[in-house]
């Protein structure tokens, strides 16, 4: 759920978590949804005030809302997937199009691993150590392929020194990559969508507008010219299958309390990578004791 909608920029979402001791399907989905909402209210849920959950786009997640709307008790309810995870999506498909590029980040994470690798590497090349991929980070292939691309020529450099004696598995499978035409080519092609992670980026402000928001999804439509990757991006946000927020954005036309709707989920997906974090330094960790850790930050 996103807060309160008053007309003016929310604050970080506010939540209520339980254990789920069962599988994480819609029905268990649902139960649980009933029982927060009955903890946030104290037992007096006025469902017509439920307006808008979002979501990522998981079909579980999909047939949870169904239920609650067919249920008639939300009578207001709009389901909204989270825009920049969709444009994250999108991010993907570019990478999966990309594959010697994959390849090549791949590689070079391993071969980047040992001290002796990064002194030579910032010796050679004078650069600050490139960033890498994270999965709970929206658009970092984007990043750190953009950021190979920017220094092709003193990366290359520093792959190719005769003088780097270092024994390493990856540095061959390196070398066929940045020394092919079709590894360049491929980074071109990713380079022209620098623009997608700026706006997950822009997104992800918990300032921003709706309508701003959207804004740059039209954005995104006008700049997509490939035509495998503006078929995906027609697809993500085709009318069928994102009919709440076309409804969200015509109703914030007259309703002036709904313009800083969020369309986006971040805070959440934050949350989980902060817990997981938290699981990987304290593994014996208890429920209590996480919650606690979480109240308090």
Known sequence: MTGTLCGTPSKSMLYYTSELKVP????????EFIKSLNFLFENNINYNNIYLIIS???????????KLKTSKLFSNLLHVKCVAHKLHTLCEKIRSLCPKTYDYLSNFKKFFKPLKVKNSYKAITKLPLPPKIVKTRWGSFINTSYFHYQNFTKIKKFINNKNLNICNTYITRIKNNINCKAF??????INKY??????????ENPKISTLDAYELIEKTKSQTTNKILKQKLNNLFDIQNNNDLYILLEKIKSDKDLQFSPIVSSDVERSFSLQNNLLLIRPNITVNMLKKLLYSI
Do not use: G
């Open 194 to 203: 620098k623009f997608l992670s700026s706006y997950i980026k822009s997104l």
């Open 24 to 31: 994480a399907n819609h029905l268990n989905i649902y139960q």
């Open 56 to 66: 990522d786009s998981a079909p579980y997640m999909n047939r949870f809302v169904e």
């Open 184 to 189: 360049k080519k491929e980074l071109i092609l």
